[in-house]
């Protein structure tokens, strides 16, 4: 079974003509007073297209909430955790299509087209490939490892800005409440509806955490969380890993 913008059918019944009424951004974020003014004041060209804006906060000790206000349609917060905060963004979303977007990445100009155009395929998720930005020459290659990974397995990780028909993405619960990968998660979810459409126009994403704690330190902790999720390991203790990592 896939999914058509109108409803549940099967592949055949999707309507060539069926189009994305609207398309709601949600940004999770936490203490980001210093970057959240310029990253959503480079979405405001999205927001003249009748784009639906929303900012999820998490806490923020700082003054993210207060430059956020004016340059997004709606507010909220939740508890701390990317989970948690999209859930929230998604429950007052108006958009028929939800795309959950990192404060560090910055979409392409076309991405509502981009979009429009592949959700009429009748699938019912998709993600961008990725370029990671940052100083090691090596980057671009885990970007390239990336999106290959991605079409391969069918899973999407955050920083490729995965997309989700509503309909889809309350079928399945929204993102499962745990502390980390609730990327991969979502995806191995969606995917038993269908698979994703893997756009191969680029989001730009920050390679800060490779930058500021090692490229190779970075990529051997990636790995390992993978691999530690996949064997069946507590999220809540690879979130505790990855943040002792961090510090």
């Known amino acids: 079974m896939v999914t058509c913008l109108d409803g549940w059918s099967s592949?055949?019944?999707c309507r060539p003509e069926a189009r994305i009424v609207n398309l709601s951004i949600v940004i999770p974020a936490l203490n980001e007073a210093r970057t959240v003014g310029d990253r959503l004041a480079a979405l405001a060209p999205l927001r003249m297209q009748g784009v639906e804006?929303?900012?999820a906060?998490?806490?923020s000790?700082?003054?993210?909430r207060e430059r956020a206000q004016a340059l997004c349609d709606r507010l909220v917060v939740a508890p701390r955790g990317r989970a948690s905060q999209m859930n929230a963004g998604a429950a007052v979303a108006s958009g028929d299509v939800l795309l959950f977007l990192h404060l560090d990445t910055g979409l392409p100009?076309?991405?509502l087209a981009q979009i429009a155009a592949g959700?009429?395929?009748g699938r019912a998720w998709g993600r961008f490939d990725v370029r990671i930005l940052g100083d090691h020459p090596l980057l671009p290659v885990v970007a390239a490892f990336m999106n290959l990974r991605s079409r391969v397995t069918g899973v999407a990780t955050g920083d490729q800005a995965i997309f989700v028909d509503g309909a889809a993405f309350?079928?399945?619960g929204g993102f499962p409440a745990i502390a980390l990968m609730e990327d991969i998660a979502l995806s191995k979810a969606l995917k038993r509806m269908s698979p994703p459409l893997c756009l191969r126009a680029k989001v730009s994403t920050?390679?800060?955490?490779?930058?500021r704690n090692g490229f190779w330190r970075t990529v051997v902790l990636m790995w390992r969380l993978r691999l530690a999720y996949f064997l069946g390991a507590d999220p809540s203790n690879l979130a505790r890993a990855y943040g002792d990592a961090r510090e």
């Open 11 to 13: 592949e055949s019944q």
């Open 53 to 55: 804006l929303i900012l």
């Open 57 to 59: 906060d998490g806490g």
């Open 61 to 64: 000790a700082d003054e993210t």
């Open 109 to 111: 100009a076309d991405a």
């Open 119 to 121: 959700m009429k395929t």
């Open 170 to 172: 309350q079928r399945v």
């Open 206 to 211: 920050s390679g800060r955490r490779w930058d």
